[in-house]
């Protein structure tokens, strides 16, 4: 059984292993094209909470797997993650200055080296899925990891959210859409922060990884949720970027739509939910059980 204060250090220790993870698999900042490569070492070294590193490494401890089998998709997964915050920041979409309490890579760098830092980074998160030494898993798995991350970065995924969320400033969108949007913006990269660790077993257990599915689905909803609220709620400085945004360029959130009290309710009640869809499993996944609750409790 993992002891109350399990989650702090397990968090630490696998912040500092994904930190690693990332370092051994991006090119050297003294490697052409430098200039390059030294944003794309700026924007995914030394910051974030690496929430989906996290949740692939609970996992695999929930599966029982040594967490060196799953270094590769850890840092894959936040290679997608990284590329979307740089993107995102981007004048083009939400023109950012602050990201984990740094200039973002377009104003430490320059614009046109923050796009391909970004292309550069979605590109190098498929090339550790396919050629990762971290991943022993046969073949079939491989593949199934990269279909699963190319799913949840692309057009049905997270870029498709994005779409959606761009699309929708300004306009009142209602609940179901909201939800459908944020289930594809943010909640597709935590589901497959999930799933890529119950591919890296073998064999897959079916019944586990719908179970599982069902945990990251809920706990996805759940972030975005506290999210939004932490959006209202928070300050700047607390967050390391920009606060009110939300309501700064009229986007539809949570709190807008079921005032704060409502949004916290939603939250807790999908934290039940993602605890639920575990309940046939042991003290193994208490780390996920405990994540789930600091999604819905973290104040960054
Ligand atoms: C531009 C391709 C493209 C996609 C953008 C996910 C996304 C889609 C943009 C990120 C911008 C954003 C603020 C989304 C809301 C929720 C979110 C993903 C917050 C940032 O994630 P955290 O809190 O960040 O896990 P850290 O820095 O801790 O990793």
């Known amino acids: 059984m993992t002891s109350p204060d399990a989650l702090p250090d397990f968090m630490a220790a696998c912040q500092t292993r994904a930190e690693a993870a990332?370092?051994?698999?991006?090119?050297?900042?003294?490697?052409?094209?430098?200039?390059?490569?030294?944003?794309?070492?700026y924007s995914a070294l030394g910051g974030g909470k690496r929430l989906r590193p996290l949740l692939t490494y609970a996992t695999g401890q929930a599966l029982g797997l040594a967490l060196d089998l799953l270094d590769g998709p850890a840092a894959a997964v936040e290679?997608?993650?990284?590329?979307?915050?740089?993107?995102?920041?981007?004048?083009?979409?939400?023109?950012?200055?602050?990201?984990?309490?740094?200039?973002t890579c377009h104003i430490a760098f320059d614009e046109a080296t923050a796009i391909l830092a970004g292309d550069g980074l979605q590109a190098l998160a498929f090339h550790v899925l396919a050629h990762d030494p971290s991943i022993r898993v046969p073949?079939?798995?491989?593949?199934?990891?990269?279909?699963?991350?190319?799913?949840?970065?692309?057009?049905?995924?997270?870029?498709?959210?994005?779409?959606?969320?761009?699309?929708?400033?300004?306009?009142?969108?209602?609940?179901?859409?909201?939800?459908?949007m944020h289930i594809r913006k943010t909640g597709a990269l935590i589901r497959a922060s999930v799933k890529l660790a119950a591919l890296a077993q073998t064999p897959i257990e079916p019944v586990v990884t719908d179970r599982l599915d069902h945990y990251a689905k809920c706990i996805g909803l759940a972030f975005q949720i506290q999210d939004d609220i932490l959006d209202e709620e928070s300050d700047t400085q607390t967050l390391g970027k920009t606060q009110g945004k939300d309501r700064d360029n009229n986007k539809p959130n949570y709190p807008a739509l079921l005032g704060l009290a409502g949004a916290k309710q939603k939250a807790r009640e999908l934290h039940e939910s993602a605890l639920d869809s575990l309940a046939g499993m042991g003290p193994e996944a208490n780390l996920l059980r405990e994540l789930s609750r600091f999604i819905i409790e973290r104040h960054h």
Request: glycine share 6%; proline share 6%.
């Open 79 to 103: 290679m997608i993650h990284v590329y979307s915050l740089i993107h995102d920041d981007l004048p083009a979409m939400d023109n950012d200055t602050l990201r984990r309490g740094k200039p």
């Open 22 to 41: 990332l370092d051994a698999r991006l090119p050297a900042e003294t490697r052409m094209p430098e200039r390059l490569h030294q944003a794309m070492r």
């Open 139 to 180: 073949a079939e798995n491989r593949v199934a990891m990269i279909e699963c991350l190319a799913m949840a970065s692309g057009s049905l995924g997270m870029v498709g959210g994005q779409a959606i969320d761009l699309d929708a400033v300004g306009q009142a969108l209602d609940l179901p859409t909201l939800e459908s």
